[in-house]
């Protein structure tokens, strides 16, 4: 007889106790991983299409992992997060970065108008003291307020969250940028947008890959920006892989863009260079 799937049980399969074994060694590397030094931030150039200049970074958490070689953040982030050790993740990574851009302004590589973009999960947006850890971050490494953005992935936030508004709003005043990440995959983005203090949002890869040849997809991706626009936000986009791309999202009045076509991420050195020699 046919089985119905509410009847249906967890066979036992030997890849459950490997995948157990392989989180529990994950969780464990991870603790120490962060007192070990093991963390670091790459750089993608964010860029301004008119003059395919670099007006800014996001930084993106790379660890360098014993006996693993480079792990990319997809692959240990859940596991940090479900851990609770997300949010000293992302305070040392701040620390990080804003060492790296005062290092950058010190040597006259970019100007005060230069940009670091740092990710952050609702986890932190939830903890009462974070928008005050920013703001220690930031006159311990003595910058502006204005050489920070956080982005947000919308899909864990939520606009009727007094903690998130306590801390967004507390950014907000102090001068930190925050954008809403991968924005038109979500649900409720509309929603975000008119009812969250975000200064912008980003909008997501997937709204991108078609548009040099798909007039639907060109559609799409207007309606997204316009909606954008009608909220007095920016906008950047990311996922920019194709000098096509390249051209049509300049032709359709982007402004600012990220992606493969122009930089992969790369370490602190990796970006200086590149601000050196240019794109
Ligand atoms: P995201 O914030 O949407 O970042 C963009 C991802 O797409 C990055 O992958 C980047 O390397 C990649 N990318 C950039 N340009 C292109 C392109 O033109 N084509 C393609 N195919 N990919 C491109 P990555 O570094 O593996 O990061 C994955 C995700 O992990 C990020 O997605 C972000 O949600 C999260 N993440 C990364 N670093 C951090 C961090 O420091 N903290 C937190 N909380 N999350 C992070
Ligand atoms: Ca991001
Ligand atoms: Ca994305
Ligand atoms: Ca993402």
Redesign the pocket.
């Known amino acids: 007889a046919k089985r119905s799937s509410v009847e249906k049980v967890v066979e036992f399969e030997p890849f459950m106790l490997f995948e157990r074994r392989e989180k529990a060694d994950m969780l464990a590397d991870l603790r120490q991983a962060l007192g070990a030094g093991q963390f670091f ?2 750089y ?1 150039a964010v860029i301004c299409l008119e003059d395919e200049s670099i007006i800014g970074a ?4 790379r660890w360098q992992r014993t006996g693993h070689g480079l792990v ?3 692959q240990f ?1 859940p596991t940090a997060e479900e851990s609770g050790m ?1 949010g000293e993740l ?1 305070e040392y ?1 701040l620390d990080r970065v804003l060492e790296d851009v005062k290092m950058w302004r010190t040597a006259g590589l970019v100007t005060n108008a230069f940009k670091v973009h ?4 609702s986890r932190e947006l939830h903890d009462l003291r974070f928008a005050d850890a920013v703001l220690a971050a930031l006159r311990h490494h003595d910058l502006p307020a204005s050489v920070l953005c956080l ?1 947000i ?1 919308e899909n864990r936030l939520m606009s009727g969250d007094n903690l998130h508004r306590y801390t967004l709003l507390a950014l907000q005043k102090m001068g930190v940028e925050v954008f809403i ?2 924005f038109g995959t979500g649900y409720s983005s509309i929603s975000y947008l008119r009812q969250l203090p975000v200064a912008g949002a980003k909008i997501d ?1 997937s709204l991108v890959d078609g548009i040099a040849g798909d007039s639907t997809q060109e559609s799409f991706l207007r309606a997204i920006s316009d909606l954008i626009a009608a909220c007095n936000l920016k906008c950047i986009v ?4 194709t000098a096509g791309q390249s051209a049509k999202l300049k032709a359709m009045g982007f402004t600012t863009v ?4 122009y930089a992969h ?1 790369v370490d602190s050195a990796g970006f200086s260079e590149l601000l050196i020699q240019g794109l």
Request: glycine share 6%; net charge negative; proline share 9%.
């Open positions: 931030p790459a993608q996001e930084a993106l958490v990319r953040p997809d982030l997300i992302t990574l740092l990710n952050v999960t982005e992935t990440d991968d890869k990311e996922g920019v892989e990220q992606g493969f076509y991420p």
